[in-house]
């Protein structure tokens, strides 16, 4: 009876949380799904191109902005959560930082991007009013990430939920007055979007700035802590910004538009995949980073066990019953039935390596190898690919986008076998001497 309660005791936590989040965060990805189905749909397929590319760029760019800073916040934090004044030290630290990065990375921003859609010949201007929306997009979700990395510290998952919950159905009622008011083009559905993500910015800083209530002062000490926990991951980091969207930036150069709404088309589905994707950093990370040694290895194979049968089970269903998901995307695209298994099915195991890397760097399994193997590996098959398959074909990018993730789920499955047999990388400045 005993061992019964406290099973009941240790379980009842965990299983509120998870249905906290499948009802906040599964109504949020519902309207986000919705608004970019609605999209491929509503726009006409050289309008769509523009909207895919501009968001297909903005993945990376925010990565590349942040290249994993706000990840360090809980591992550096770990039980301190009620210190409101470490925890400002180490933001204040950790938007110093990102500053600098903002101010080098955004001016190769501005070269870069005209250099990828130059095929598309779209004219300066147009050129000029995505960059704007880009580089707005770009600071705010690296804002967003900062603060909203101190609401998950501070365990107030329920604002983090409700700002992501109002800017979707925000987004997506204004989507509706657009339509209906035949205003709906690219630049329309995009400057929505932005919209949300200024707001979820917004709220994430004023809430984070209300629980802490103090003033934080940013310190060499911090900065170093923050860069040398996320310095080994730091190359994997900067690859996959680029990685993550190589189908579509290589349509870009050289597909047409119609490949390159196909691909931006096709990536929507991808978004099935981001709710069970968004469980990592809240419930995931936290839960195996304070999991007792002698409980991990059967938690980490049950997870892998879980998630791998549910991204078998959605592969295999894009292989038999395309139709189910290409109903969605509409007639338009109605014939991608090959390729919609191919993007289907790198989803799935981007997914479960994504799993395995949160998992994998929660427990300091974090080696300078196994990024490298990723990079190298990814970078031989996409010369290889290059030099001998036709890119400029939806076919050609997603087998390529498979093959590459395949790849990377192989190195990190070896990563969390070479963690258990090696142990966990050496302890990160855990003490910080606070002014």
Not at 25 to 46: D, K
Not at 299 to 316: H, I, R, T, W
Not at 356 to 377: D, E, K, P, Q, T
Request: charged fraction near 10%; charge should be positive; hydrophobic fraction near 55%.
């Amino acid at each position: 009876m005993t061992q019964l309660h406290s099973r009941k005791a240790f379980l009842a936590p965990k299983l509120r949380q998870i249905v906290l989040f499948l009802r906040w965060q599964g109504i949020t990805m519902a309207g986000n799904l919705f608004y970019g189905f609605l999209c491929v749909r509503l726009l006409p397929i050289p309008e769509y191109a523009k909207f895919a590319v501009v968001f297909g760029f903005l993945g990376p760019l925010a990565v590349l902005m942040n290249i994993g800073f706000s990840n360090t916040l809980l591992p550096l934090i770990g039980e301190r959560i009620d210190d409101r004044q470490l925890i400002a030290d180490y933001v204040a630290s950790l938007r110093q930082l990102a500053h600098w990065l903002y101010f080098v990375i955004a001016p190769a921003a501005v070269i870069v991007y005209p250099l990828l859609v130059h095929r598309q010949h779209w004219g300066w201007r147009t050129i000029a009013v995505m960059l704007a929306m880009l580089l707005v997009a770009a600071w705010c979700s690296r804002v967003a990430g900062a603060y909203g990395a101190v609401l998950i510290v501070r365990r107030d998952r329920a604002s983090w939920y409700r700002a992501q919950m109002v800017s979707s159905f925000g987004t997506l009622a204004l989507l509706g007055v657009v339509w209906a008011t035949h205003l709906l083009n690219a630049f329309s559905a995009i400057f929505l979007n932005v919209a949300g993500i200024v707001y979820v910015a917004t709220a994430y800083y004023l809430r984070a700035q209300r629980l802490l209530r103090v003033n934080g002062n940013p310190s060499p000490e911090m900065r170093k802590a923050i860069v040398h926990l996320s310095l080994p991951s730091m190359p994997n980091a900067i690859f996959y910004a680029l990685q993550g969207q190589v189908s579509l930036l290589l349509i870009t150069v050289f597909g047409h538009l119609t490949a390159v709404a196909s691909v931006g088309a096709l990536s929507r589905l991808g978004q099935i995949f981001v709710l069970l994707a968004q469980m990592n950093p809240l419930l995931v990370e936290p839960y195996f980073a304070k999991l007792p040694q002698a409980r991990l290895k059967r938690n980490y194979l049950g997870l892998l066990a879980v998630e791998g049968a549910f991204c078998f089970l959605a592969s295999g269903l894009a292989a038999s019953f395309p139709q189910v998901y290409l109903w969605i995307l509409g007639p338009k695209y109605s014939h991608l039935r090959t390729e919609v298994f191919l993007l289907v099915a790198a989803c799935s195991m981007s997914h479960l390596s994504g799993v395995l890397w949160i998992v994998n760097g929660s427990r300091r399994f974090v080696y300078w190898w196994n990024g490298m193997a990723v990079i190298v590996f990814t970078l031989a098959i996409e010369a290889l690919f290059i030099w001998k398959f036709d890119l400029s074909t939806v076919y050609g990018v997603l087998l390529l986008n498979l093959v590459t993730v395949a790849g990377a789920l192989a190195v990190n499955l070896l990563t969390g076998v070479f963690g258990f047999i090696q142990g966990p990388r050496g302890a990160v400045l855990h003490q910080v001497t606070v002014p």
